[in-house]
């Protein structure tokens, strides 16, 4: 799984401040390559259990602005972080069963409920980490006030992790009882 050079982009830095004010945030690599084997994993329903997760933080911070890459063998327990130097450094990542057993659970005790204040509280916290990272954020300001329904929030707090972050926001649920 490659990282992006900070000369093209500071998603990394972004992703690790947003874990970092207390956010769920993982980069999630396919265990398959090929056009049938994604087919496949899409056909059966099981591209996450055919995925790995790596927590930004874990990786850490990238040293420079050269090629960076995470590296993984399918039923390995070891990962490793990699760079154009022939250094390597061991990650801590999740399978899909261990990211099951180990982070779902704790998503599911920390629940909360989707509502108006769920979706203002996650952009002001978007907001946070690009105002830790320097960036300017008075048009997301601009924008903000016109997002009054459900839907508009919702939308617009997708639209700012596409924009800013080049990541899919995803809410993780499980059935009422």
Known sequence: MYLRPRRHSNQHDLLMQLELNNNDVYYVAPEFHTPDELNDAYVNRNVFDRSAFFSP???????????HYVVFKIGSPRAYFCSQAPKKREIKFYTSEGFLYEVVPELERRRKRINEEFFDT????????????????????RYRK????LYDKAQFTAYLTRTYFDTEFFIVGSKEK
């Open 146 to 149: 016109d997002q009054v329904s």
């Open 122 to 141: 996650t952009v002001d916290r978007i907001i946070g980490a690009l105002k830790e990272t320097k960036t300017d954020v008075r048009i997301i300001d």
């Open 57 to 67: 933080l874990g990786i850490g911070i990238l040293p420079d602005d050269e090629y």
